[in-house]
């Protein structure tokens, strides 16, 4: 049964230090799942042992639970659900059992083949890394090592590096295993130092004063002699290691500020400090209880300061943890956070400096110093988002607490009390594991058809195109457990399918759209795309209705959307549509609000090109409604309003549009009998017909030509007759 456990949690750890590398609710589920079996494993294979544990860590699991279960979308808030029962499954586990050597080793093997990997990507070698088994867009070409992301990868080197370097420091055991722990830690905090991640950066500098000064202390339990040797020893080491480390730290820095500035955007802490910004004013609409799990992936977006670029203009988080426990759990959650925080840290750092030396002490060492990195680095990023990142905390969290003591006494009167406090920690665990089981067990099963098709990545960036072939794939997955983004995506793929020409679709993509947004209705994407469908069929107001709708959680997307372009392009239809019913009035209000819809979004080619066709049929529909002197304010307002080129662009074809309606004009002045009217028209007409000739020079319009001919003529006969 213990080789069998052995046997397991090497697969397990493999599994995640490999795939929990990226945000993926697929990938989380599966984590959850491993730890919640080998929960189970540990209950089986040690007969209930759970001395090392105290009471109040279980009930502390639990209560933090009841805390993260709350939220008004329940697709988004189960993400941090899953990743705490990743977390407190292995923190339990790392409580109940020593683990330290396995981790080591385990931790000397991925330091090695990421460090492997990271040389290899930098050098411009194309590696093929396991998350890309499942996931098609795993940043091929990166240089992130297994990790998909440079926070990621920066944050977990941190740790590694001083899980490992504690022991090289502090472990019992001599020779080679230390030195090669060492090797490995100056390795791994080598990467963490030009990942790219500032947060890791100053997290690293921060550990490793943590890291000189408990040793430093700690080395004054040593003899006179040793501890002089010692301390020389350890101050060269940290001004050598605060030396080269803060050069390389720099270049991160330097980096990181040539890439955004070449980029004309933003700073990368800029982007941060607005982020945060937002989760503030989030904070305040429910200061004491929060407004619930991921809450603010759609409630900041109502406080949007705008400034940023399109690849910053969709937040999940709000890349500093402290201000997102905030402002989704409120000052309860912030609360819990901080004091677990502190009181792990405080115990770590006391069991540090009052016990005496042992061969446990590099446990204490790498857990403060472990814990310290995670809590630095959660000021600027959010690493407790990924599976095997929340691994490596919950075991800093362990170690900064020593293990319970048995009890041992033959009071008759003792052993009840103790027994009933085993079985309720016994069952607690077993509750937990069970439901871990149970409800990511479900979750994996559903999401094996996404798994098999690399589907595990599901955020923003996915587009229907060429996934055609994965529809029913998706359906069974969303059959088995729904989710908004799976209805969306099979919406998305109905969608394209009723673009092609599969007008019976049409309604599949509205339905499954409908659902998307049943389960998370602050989720513009299923709201632009209704309006697509119904504009598609003529239902322009439901359209507009889904449009606006939209607005407000779209914020800086709304370009990207083109949410204006589309309102006002629905207007657009429906003046057209009023105009050949000869509702002159009501097409021109249309035009009106298209105009008023341009006016206040941000500035494109297209958007000019729209508004200006809108103020040449408001000029159309004057010259029908007999409004001649409107007709020429508009026009002046044209003029002043827009560039030359823009009036006089060839595809648009405004000087021609407008000939051709003071032709009709014309025509019916003459009709009417008001000769000195048709001549002022005529004359409007030439003076267009001559400026498109002259715009689309070379180009041969025989209508255009006669139309011109006969004004002529027409002006020619007037002038003979003596009209004026």
Sequence with gaps: MLMLEKFYWLLAIAIIASLGVTMSWSLAVLGALLMGLGLLLYLLAKGGDVRGLRCWEVIGVFLCLGVLCRGEVYDLWKEDVAIFLIFSGWYLLMRLERRSQFILWGGLGIVLLNAVVFFLQSKGVEVKVPIQWVSERASEGSVYGFFTDYGALGNAMAMLSFFLGAYAMWGKSAGFPRILMGVAALVSAWIASVSGSRSAVFSLLVGGGV??????????????VVRRRYRFCLSLVGVVSLIIFVVVGMSTFIKRDVRWESGGVATSSNIRESYWGMAMDQWLQSPMLGTGGRSYSY????????????????????????????????????????????????RGVRECLVSELSPRSWKRVAGVCGLTVMAIHCLGDFPMRLPFNAILAATALAWCLPRKAAVHSRDANVEPVKAGSLQVKVACIGMLAVMSCAYAGREVWAAVPLIKNQQVREDGEWIPEGHEDLLDDYRLANQRSADFRRSQRIGQLFHLSCLSGAEEDRAMAISYYEESLGRNPYNPVPMVNLGSLYSESGDWERSEEYYLMAEPYAGERSKYFGLAMKVARNKVAQAEEAFRKRAYSHAESYLVGAIEVLAASSQSPSKVRLERDCMVSRIKIALVQRRYDDASHIWEDMKREYKPWVISDKDGQVHLSLANSYYDAANGAWREREPELAKGLYEAAVQHFLKDKATRRGSFDRERDEKLEFCLEALKVMEQGGVN
């Design 299 to 346: 409630e900041g977006l109502k406080f949007w300061g705008g400034g940023m670029s399109q690849g910053d203009a969709s937040p999940e988080f709000v890349h500093n943890e402290y201000i997102q426990v905030l402002g989704d759990y409120g000052v309860v959650g912030f609360i819990i956070f901080c004091v677990i925080l502190c009181f792990y840290w405080r």
């Design 211 to 224: 890291l000189f000064s408990l040793s430093w202390l700690m080395i004054g339990q040593l003899g006179e």
